[in-house]
């Protein structure tokens, strides 16, 4: 019975050993790319309906603005030192020299997006609004962190 | 009496200035970005009619606004920038031999910069017209390239101040002044002026494809 409960904890030590290493470059650059893939179709979406590009649909924007919003700091966690190679990325390597400055547009990126649902479900001034903010800081970290 | 021809006429001084600012604005609302961007791209497809009136009066306009009346030998070319080093300035009709090449250069990078702009995308939220109908690749190399080649556009217009500047304080010779009020021929010159009727349809041309071209085209898509 001891023995089962020593090997038991030590399976589970062993488990959570495992759970906190942290995921390979490739697998972290993978997980980032698929989070950012979802998160520009759901905003581009929504960016054409505040550029007039698509009629405003309120059901679908509020859809898509909460998309984003949950999407938003899934990235933030998925940029572990040395995911700067290991599969085709376009993130700089400058996002690791100038980490500080990275996370916080990357911050301001999570803020913005956080206040998209609210203004999916006002009105369409309103998300044009949440929009144009979000845009600015997605683009802001596109400039200095993301290859052309 | 017929009065004298100018030596540019209106469409090319209209076409000039409505050019400068333009690429002002486009540079501008590009690096302020967000909603501005709306108008980048307007920006955008009022220069390519600009441009495309250009190229157009540059076969059929006035003889000053002629490519065959300046696009000289590269060797004139040479030739013409060695007398300038040794200030020994002889003053052209019309754009001279160095001039000339220049025209073609900023037509050139000008037409690169808003073609490449209509296949444009940041992968935010601004697209241009036509990415919609070119590859992810190839949308990320029109990328790379409007992003360079704002910086050539922005040293060619550098080189064309400060040759602007050379003439005036170092040749003595106003190129400004011209531009605005279109200046005069020499006496005896037989240099033509172009058709403003002529200038007026091409222009209205160029306007209807680029509006087929950023409007209609991509409603198919």
Not at chain 1, 63 to 68: K, Q
Not at chain 1, 86 to 103: C, H, L, M, S, V
Not at chain 2, 10 to 17: S, V
Not at chain 2, 193 to 208: E, K, M, P, Y
């Amino acid at each position: 019975m001891r023995k089962a409960a020593i090997a038991c904890s030590l399976a589970l030590a062993s488990l959570s050993a495992v759970a906190q290493q942290p995921l390979k470059p490739e697998k972290q650059i993978e997980l980032r790319q698929s989070a950012y893939a979802l998160i520009g179709y759901n905003f581009g979406n929504i960016a054409a309906m505040a550029q007039d590009k698509q009629p405003y649909n309120k059901d679908e924007a509020t859809r898509n603005a909460d998309f984003v919003a949950m999407l938003s700091d899934v990235p933030k966690g998925f940029f572990g030192e040395g995911t700067d190679k290991g599969r085709d990325t376009k993130a700089k390597p400058e996002i690791w020299q100038k980490r500080a400055d990275f996370d916080a547009k990357m911050d301001k990126m999570i803020q913005e997006a956080k206040k998209l649902p609210a203004a999916a479900r006002a009105d369409l001034t309103a998300l044009k609004k949440a929009v144009a903010d979000t845009g600015s800081a997605c683009k802001a970290c596109h400039d200095d962190y993301r290859a052309k | 009496m017929k009065p004298p021809s100018p030596l540019w006429d209106a469409p090319i001084r209209l076409f000039h200035w409505a050019l400068v600012l333009l690429v002002i604005a486009s540079f501008v609302t590009a690096k302020v970005g967000g909603e501005w961007m709306a108008w980048h791209l307007r920006s955008g497809y009022a220069i390519l009619t600009l441009l495309l009136f250009r190229v157009v009066w540059g076969f059929v306009g006035s003889t000053t606004a002629r490519f065959s009346s300046f696009l000289k030998a590269p060797k004139a070319a040479l030739e013409y920038a060695r007398g300038l080093m040794a200030r020994q300035h002889v003053p052209s009709v019309g754009h001279n031999p160095l001039g000339g090449w220049m025209v073609l250069v900023m037509i050139l990078i000008l037409l690169v910069q808003v073609s490449t702009g209509l296949f444009a995308d940041d992968e935010v939220s601004t697209q241009g017209p036509l990415s919609i109908f070119a590859s992810a690749k190839l949308v990320s190399r029109v990328n790379q390239v409007h992003e360079v080649n704002q910086w050539i556009i922005v040293g060619a217009v550098v080189m064309h101040l400060v040759a602007i500047s050379f003439y005036q304080w170092g040749l003595r010779s106003n190129l400004l002044r011209p531009m605005f009020d279109g200046g005069a021929l020499p006496p005896g010159s037989a240099a033509r002026r172009g058709s403003t009727i002529l200038a007026a349809v091409i222009f209205v041309v160029a306007s209807s494809a680029v509006y087929w071209l950023v409007v209609i085209l991509p409603r198919s898509a």
